[in-house]
């Protein structure tokens, strides 16, 4: 079994700083792709941020140059750092990782319980 908990979410200013962070636990033989979705009121969620194990990484083009994912693979954890906020980026931003389980065949698609962001304007 494995868990995804997220944290850092909170009230910011537009124009402001914050930084998420997931941590995975449970029965974890090795993560694969760790990242971060979000999702606005009234919309789809979407891909933010994705990292590989290897480090290579994506980015949704509404925060390319602002947002850095980035991993830490002896904590299972991977962080989002979230520059020059702006009210857009609101949303319940979610965890997500693909992880092998220990004495199972296929990788488990996790998911975090989300962390809401809110940027004011």
């Known amino acids: 079994q494995v868990r995804l908990v997220e944290s850092g979410g909170g009230l910011v200013q537009a124009g402001g700083s914050l930084g998420l962070s997931c941590v995975a636990s449970?029965?974890?033989?090795?993560?694969?792709?760790m990242a971060w979705y979000r999702q606005a009121p009234g919309k789809q969620r979407e891909l933010v941020a994705g990292?590989?194990?290897?480090?290579?990484?994506k980015y949704a083009d509404s925060v390319k140059g602002r947002f850095t994912i980035s991993r830490d693979n002896a904590k299972n954890t991977v962080y989002l750092q979230m520059n020059s906020l702006k009210p857009e980026d609101t949303a319940v931003y979610y965890c997500?990782?693909?992880?092998?389980?220990?004495?199972?065949?296929?990788?488990?698609?996790?998911w975090g319980k989300g962390t809401l962001v809110t940027v004011s304007s």
């Open positions: 990292i590989t194990s290897d480090g290579s990484t």
């Open positions: 449970g029965s974890i033989f090795s993560i694969n792709t």
């Open positions: 997500n990782a693909d992880v092998e389980v220990v004495g199972r065949i296929y990788g488990v698609d996790c």
